[in-house]
């Protein structure tokens, strides 16, 4: 059986298969992303957590959909196997809001329904170090959950008129 497997890409000739870090090959970009791959502002993201931090990865199509780490936020002084959380993202896609904790936080009942952090990032790669903030017209909404689970405290938060 296995003399009869073929290699998927026959001898001498390179594979079109992932580039460094993970991107969509260039040679089949148009083919996977869309013939407008270049021009494309379709951001993918997602978020993982470990013990060094709650780590926020995006990919952006024009970049051949290659991840990466837009921010790591943790804070100093505890010790945790994973930090873990959730996210948001803004309807411009250029600021995310990421919520996080050590994991032991869901041990606690009052920090599971009060006990996160809270980071407000920038997706937009750049060049120099700034400070995040919100953008004119965005916002979002933090909301704790109380005791009994009900919604509670709701409010804006990172608002600029």
Not at 18 to 42: F, H
Not at 62 to 68: E, I, L, M, P, S
């Amino acid at each position: 059986m296995w003399d009869q497997l073929q290699p998927a890409t026959p001898a001498g000739e390179s594979s079109p298969g992932p580039a460094p870090g993970d991107a969509v090959g260039p040679g089949v970009r148009a083919e996977v992303l869309g013939e407008d791959w270049k021009s494309s502002a379709d951001r993918a993201w997602t978020t993982t957590g470990d013990a060094t931090g709650f780590h926020l990865l995006v990919a952006d199509a024009r970049h051949g959909c290659a991840w990466r780490t837009a921010a790591t936020p943790a804070e100093p002084g505890f010790e945790t196997d994973r930090w873990i959380g959730n996210a948001c993202v803004t309807g411009s896609g250029k600021w995310a809001v990421v919520v996080y904790a050590p994991r032991t936080f869901t041990n606690d009942p009052l920090l599971m329904s009060r006990g996160a952090f809270t980071a407000v990032v920038n997706l937009e790669p750049c060049l120099g170090r700034g400070a995040p903030a919100a953008r004119p017209g965005e916002s979002a909404v933090l909301q704790p959950r109380l005791r009994d689970g009900r919604q509670g405290g709701a409010g804006p938060v990172g608002r600029r008129p």
